[in-house]
T-cell receptor, first 116, second 115 residues
Framework: QQQVKQSPQSLIVQKGGISIINCAYENTAFDYFPWYQQFPGKGPALLIA?????SEKKEGRFTISFNKSAKQFSLHIMDSQPGDSATYFC???????????????FGQGTILTVHP | SAVISQKPSRDICQRGTSLTIQCQVDSQVTMMFWYRQQPGQSLTLIATANQGSEATYESGFVIDKFPISRPNLTFSTLTVSNMSPEDSSIYLCSVEGRHRYNEQFFGPGTRLTVL
């Protein structure tokens, strides 16, 4: 129930295309869903996050779509650029309370390559 | 966002030795965490570093192997003890404020290689 399943494992997109990465979860206690971007040799950087009370959040070229009933959420990168080439991780966090507060459960990661 | 630094950034260690990793934040934070990222893998939470009390460890991680200190609200250390090659990983600290939905930020990581 603590798992977050992410797909695809790797993704190749042409410059200007749309990159879509999907995640699914089972634990309905999760109430915060961030996406992280990680470049080689760097720590993960928070990209965008969503709460379950909204179905979509957009920040620049990055959009999270959230389907609470299906327990799925996805990251869309519009007009993908070579500089977006990185590993992307979805994550989920339980609502406050008890010893589980703050713990992020990560998906397996998606290696995105954007060809020029 | 919080500025987080880690020392060392990387190290190569011999089997059986121990390494202490430091995490420093530029502002006081409530929550600090330590994660492990094995080569090509995702992040796994090791423990929550509690200020003034013992860390809370996740299943599969024990205090004798990964002792953690958190003497104040801006600093924490993780020690990897009696290392083996299987401990070769990136170790990351992260921080978060108290409020619900507060963002969690990661440090740059410490790349550890055990020979």
């Amino acid at each position: 129930q603590q798992q977050v399943k992410q797909s695809p494992q790797s993704l190749i997109v042409q410059k200007g295309g749309i990159s879509i990465i999907n995640c699914a979860y089972e634990n309905t206690a999760f109430d915060y869903f961030p996406w992280y971007q990680q470049f080689p040799g760097k720590g993960p950087a928070l990209l965008i996050a969503i709460r379950p009370d909204v179905s979509e959040k957009k920040e620049g070229r990055f959009t999270i779509s959230f389907n609470k009933s299906a327990k799925q959420f996805s990251l869309h990168i519009m007009d993908s650029q070579p500089g977006d080439s990185a590993t992307y991780f979805c994550a989920a966090r339980r609502s406050p309370g008890g010893t589980s507060y703050g713990k992020l459960t990560f998906g397996q990661g998606t290696i995105l390559t954007v060809h020029p | 966002s919080a500025v987080i630094s880690q020392k060392p950034s990387r190290d190569i260690c011999q089997r059986g030795t121990s390494l202490t990793i430091q995490c420093q934040v530029d502002s006081q934070v409530t929550m600090m965490f330590w994660y492990r990222q094995q080569p090509g893998q995702s992040l796994t939470l090791i423990a929550t570093a509690n200020q003034g009390s013992e860390a809370t460890y996740e299943s599969g991680f024990v205090i004798d192997k990964f002792p953690i200190s958190r003497p104040n609200l801006t600093f924490s250390t993780l020690t990897v003890s009696n290392m083996s090659p299987e401990d070769s990983s990136i170790y990351l600290c992260s921080v978060e404020g108290r409020h619900r939905y507060n963002e969690q930020f990661f440090g740059p990581g410490t790349r550890l290689t055990v020979l």
